[in-house]
């Protein structure tokens, strides 16, 4: 078993926890050592003698290949803590996750300019007007968002984002195979066609539960340079998510709504507190200091818009550096038959430019 492996099984194993996992590295170092440690060494660490039984047991049964297999099947990733595709925002707060399992393009944990859109379940027509206007403007800036892919804002922020052509990351609060709520599965399946990403820190088949969400809040805000809320009651989980950004050090953004409105609630209290007053996107991107030009990568652009899923693959390949179609080839994962009349479509549509046999993306 490699490190990768000791860090997957800990994800899995009762009694441990990203806590008590971090504890455990902090006394024998390595993933590796701490699976075999005494009683001792895990009293030390937190793990009393039930949970030392428990994670005993589950020592001797784990079956690595077959839940290897489970994940190929499921088409899921394992990222551990400390792999290079760990999100630096992530390994930095307290209790980070042992690690993450991801469907989607891995690419996005790495993106820095990344802000959280979340909110109330129950939307109202200003709060999804905000929302889709905000998100809009945000991803014309260059932003990625992330949200917790729940009812109401949540969903419109990750639709508003698709519409925009800007990259978004679901933060689930069940395993990433089991996408809740179920009326947003179709969500599900277009943030994965736009390229965009589902991440959760709970493994294959875990339930949503109301302790799993307060955990996957801390994540959305850990993943983002602040946190914005557009529209939430007095008792939205948003206001946890912000205050797990305010732990972090991180900024919140906050629109203002109708006095009159209960889902107005919660931002008018968050304004009272400290949170910034957005009225526009620009708002947000004087205050953050950030100054991003329309990405050069992004499919913002109209020319774009009409990409299908494997000319979006083309155009990953592409965003950092020229290629061969044998590259491109191995990299989208397309045979060179098939690539070489994407390609020729490509050009023709001035996406893309061949010079010397290699391909590049054509900015204008």
Not at 130 to 158: I, K, N, R
Request: proline share 4%; with cysteine.
């Amino acid at each position: 078993m490699s490190e990768n492996d000791f860090c997957l099984a800990f994800s899995l194993a009762p009694g441990v926890g990203p806590k008590r996992f971090q504890n455990l590295l902090e006394i024998f170092g390595w993933a590796e050592k701490a699976w075999n440690g005494s009683e001792d060494k895990f009293k030390a660490a937190g793990i009393g003698k039930v949970n030392f039984s428990k994670f005993q047991a589950f020592r001797k049964t784990f079956d690595l290949a077959g839940y290897r297999k489970k994940l190929r099947k499921a088409k899921v990733e394992f990222i551990p803590f400390g792999d290079r595709y760990y999100p630096k925002r992530l390994a930095n707060i307290d209790s980070p996750p042992i690690g993450l399992f991801i469907k989607g393009n891995k690419k996005l944990l790495g993106e820095p300019n990344a802000i959280a859109v979340v909110g109330a379940r129950k939307i109202t027509s200003y709060g999804r007007q905000v929302t889709e206007d905000l998100v809009s403007e945000l991803c014309s800036a260059g932003f990625m968002v992330v949200s917790g892919m729940a009812l109401g804002v949540d969903g419109d922020a990750h639709k508003s984002a698709i519409d925009a052509r800007g990259p978004t990351i679901a933060v689930l609060g069940c395993g990433v195979d089991c996408p809740y709520p179920r009326e947003n599965e179709k969500l599900y399946e277009e943030i994965l066609d736009s390229g965009g990403l589902a991440i959760s820190e709970y493994p294959l088949g875990m339930p949503a539960n109301a302790g799993t969400f307060p955990a996957r809040n801390r994540l959305i805000a850990a993943l983002s340079m602040a946190v914005l809320i557009t529209e939430a009651a007095e008792d939205s989980g948003s206001l946890i998510t912000a205050q797990c950004a305010v732990d972090q050090g991180k900024k919140v953004f906050a629109v203002p709504g109708p006095i009159t409105s209960q889902m107005s609630k919660g931002t008018l209290k968050l304004l009272k507190q400290g949170a910034n007053l957005v009225s526009s996107a620009e708002d947000i991107l004087k205050e953050l200091e950030v100054k991003i030009q329309k990405a050069k990568g992004k499919i913002e652009s109209q020319k774009f818009k009409s990409l299908n899923k494997e000319e979006r693959k083309i155009f990953e390949c592409l965003e950092n550096e020229g290629k061969t179609v044998d590259e491109i080839s191995r990299e989208a994962k397309i045979s060179i038959a098939k690539l070489s009349t994407i390609l020729s479509g490509m050009e023709l549509k001035g996406i893309i430019a061949n010079s010397n046999g290699k391909f590049s993306m054509n900015f204008i």
